[in-house]
């Protein structure tokens, strides 16, 4: 029976030595970088005063405001394709919002072509919301939130997020000597 053991010991180890496993990771990318590198730009409908890259700042509580209106749109456009699964926003307002996706401002515009709707989702005040999707490889994003209640629009923070798969993982000591 020891033998039959030790067999079965020894047989775990090999395979566990060859297998391979990738775990896939949601990681939020960096817009703030992005933009102020130049390789992303975002335009705001209507216009505001404010900052818009607060809203990507990694401070949910350093707000984005539109006075007078009851709806935003930010439009973020890369240099690049970038591949998404995923999108988190904090509002200070009670609503709904959408994000949508193409792969030019012309298709995303008129709602055509390569043009996509990514998820929707009714949101609360002082809190995320977020939704998950299959990932998706575009050039333009826009976030579109409409609030019920209030007559300035407070956006907190907005991420998206690229997955990442990890293929291998190296564990050290703590602290390492």
Known sequence: ??????????VL???AAVGQAQVRQPRPINIRTAVD???ATVSVMPSSPGDSTALFDGDPFSDFATPATKSVAVTLEFDRAIEIEGSRAYFMNSGEWKL????NTVDLDRRR???R???SSAFSSSTW???TFEPTEVHCVRLTARQSADTTMHLGEWILE???????LIITPCPVR
């Open 1 to 10: 029976m020891s033998k039959l053991v030790g067999i079965v010991a020894v």
């Open 162 to 168: 690229e997955g990442v798969t990890l293929t291998s």
């Open 129 to 131: 919301s977020e939704f």
């Open 100 to 103: 949508e996706a193409a792969q």
């Open 113 to 115: 072509a390569s043009y």
């Open 37 to 39: 590198t130049g390789s």
């Open 13 to 15: 180890l090999l395979s």
């Open 117 to 119: 709707v990514l998820g």
